[in-house]
């Protein structure tokens, strides 16, 4: 949770209420400011013109300097917005791996020499865009500024990173490292504040050339508008309400166990969450028992705490708004198998702690089943066979992913087909890796982050001819 005092953004701990530490909010003048300074740093300091070995090496030492502060980090996260310490070292390994990962592709990356139609050799190079605009949540701030900022950087562009206001805390961190690391001053900054404004300003600034951005669907769709207005690039990668699948010939040990990791990890705080249940008719009441006896035993309790599994949600407004989402979901007739409450638990009385929440008894055609919660809540439907499945599943305006679990091979891809999601997994969950292409169909944005393409979205296709002609060009032929 952040609040505002004196010009500073201050970062509150979810866990305890307790302040960790203050930012200086970036005026809209000093915004102006920065973004010449960025645009400057893109046409003088030589990093578009460096070889890939080049770039590459800089973004290697970025990766080891992220590594060596590893605890660091990973402490600052827990306190800045409440993830157990264990997930924390996970994602400051991961975004240690997208800089590693970037450092790579950028040196193997290959582009065309085209079938040529006339006297000529023609062939595709990359040109990156300028000024990058990288606009990035809450819910896993280093994971997700490395997803961003290190293939921008390695395409060539300079980079405006602004985190959330209710996670301010690791950008700066991430941008000391960078320019320790070699990078040249002024390809990297942070600006800090909110979108409606700061991050408005931003968007529209002449000088920015494209932006990437990770949030909200109506923020997302408001973003597309001015980049419309623009003619610039986006990438969107926006909310979701995924379905998560168990038919009746699935591992159901397995699946029980990947249904209450894919809602409850990360307090459901994640984009992917699998926050739709859709069990066949035939094995319902079975894992609905098992998902609920489950879920019970979840160890709710501090971050820092040994073998807990779940701590508090990101701010005590979020919290709010999980509880209000839930209180909704009691009034549309649902029924609340679990959780739906504050732990009894006074240790945890000064945090933002809410207890996994299982409902029951709501059609897919609810507010609950339709609207993403964002948190640890989840809404668990019946279903009879393929056909049924499919047209509830994609009935949403949602499509970023879903889990299936059969051991039957060809049903398993027919579903995964059929479904409207940028990713399927098949007897697995929440698989996300760096080398793997990661976006949404529908609302859940456009595209895709990860993997060469998301090297591939911060540059822009530039066709070059060079002659061969014997003779000279014709006026007309």
Same mark, same amino acid.
Request: net charge positive.
């Given at each position: 949770m952040a609040l505002t005092e004196n010009n500073q953004l201050i970062s509150i701990n979810p866990a305890d209420g307790q302040e960790v530490g203050r930012v200086q909010l970036t005026s809209l003048d000093e915004l102006q400011q920065i973004v010449e300074i960025a645009h400057a740093a893109y046409e003088n300091s030589g990093w578009k013109e460096r070889l890939p070995h080049q770039k590459?090496?800089?973004?290697?030492?970025?990766?080891?300097g992220l590594l060596a502060k590893k605890e660091f980090l990973a402490n600052l996260q827990m306190k800045d917005n409440g993830k157990p310490l264990a997930e924390c070292r996970s994602m400051v390994d991961y975004a240690v791996g997208a800089f590693r990962y970037y450092a790579s592709a950028i040196e193997t990356l290959e582009t065309e020499v085209t079938p040529p139609r006339g006297d000529y050799v023609s062939m595709t190079v990359l040109e990156p865009f300028g000024v990058v605009a990288a606009i990035t949540p809450w819910n896993s701030p280093i994971m997700n500024d490395a997803t961003k900022v290190a293939p921008a950087l390695a395409a060539g562009n300079a980079v405006i990173l602004k985190p959330s206001e209710e996670s301010p805390l690791l950008a700066?961190? *991430? @941008?000391?490292?960078?320019l320790e690391a070699g990078l040249p001053e002024g390809l990297l900054q942070v600006v800090q504040g909110f979108g409606h404004d700061l991050g408005?300003?931003?968007v529209e600034h002449p000088h920015?050339?494209?932006?990437?951005?990770?949030?909200?669907?109506?923020?997302?769709?408001?973003?597309g508008e001015a980049a419309g207005r623009k003619i610039i690039p986006v990438a969107l990668e926006l909310g979701g309400k995924s379905p998560h699948i168990v038919f009746e010939d699935a591992d159901l040990e397995h699946a029980v166990a990947a249904v209450v990791s894919g809602i409850f990890g990360s307090a459901g705080q994640s984009c992917v969450a699998g926050s739709r249940l859709f069990v066949q008719e035939s094995v319902y009441e079975q894992v609905l028992t098992a998902v609920v006896e489950r879920t019970k035993k979840i160890i709710v309790g501090a971050p820092d705490m040994n073998g807990v599994e779940?701590?508090? *949600? @990101?701010?005590?407004?979020?919290?709010?708004?999980v509880k209000q989402f839930v209180e909704r979901a009691r009034k549309e007739g649902g029924s609340i198998l679990c959780g739906g409450q504050e732990p009894d638990d006074e240790r945890l009385k000064q945090g933002a702690y809410y207890l996994p929440t299982i409902i029951e008894g709501l059609s897919n055609q609810s507010l609950t089943c339709q609207e993403e919660a964002f948190g640890p809540v989840l809404v668990v439907l019946p279903f009879k066979d393929e056909t049924d499945l499919i047209k509830q599943a994609n009935d949403t305006d949602f499509g970023l992913a879903c889990g299936i679990w059969s051991q039957n091979f060809k049903k398993a891809w027919r579903v995964g087909r059929a479904l409207e999601a940028g990713s399927v997994w098949i007897n697995t969950y929440k698989q996300s890796v760096t080398t793997t292409p990661f976006g949404g169909f529908k609302d859940s944005g456009i595209?895709?982050?990860?993997? *060469?393409?998301?090297?591939?979205?911060?540059?822009q296709t530039k066709s070059m001819f060079f002659g061969l002609h014997k003779n000279p060009l014709p006026l007309a032929k």
């Open positions: 590459s090496e800089v973004l290697r030492k970025i990766a080891d700066p961190e *991430l @941008a000391k490292i960078a408005s300003a931003l920015v050339r494209m932006v990437t951005f990770t949030g909200g669907t109506n923020t997302g769709r408001l973003i779940v701590g508090p *949600l @990101a701010s005590f407004e979020h919290r709010e708004r595209g895709r982050e990860k993997g *060469l393409n998301g090297l591939k979205i911060y540059t």
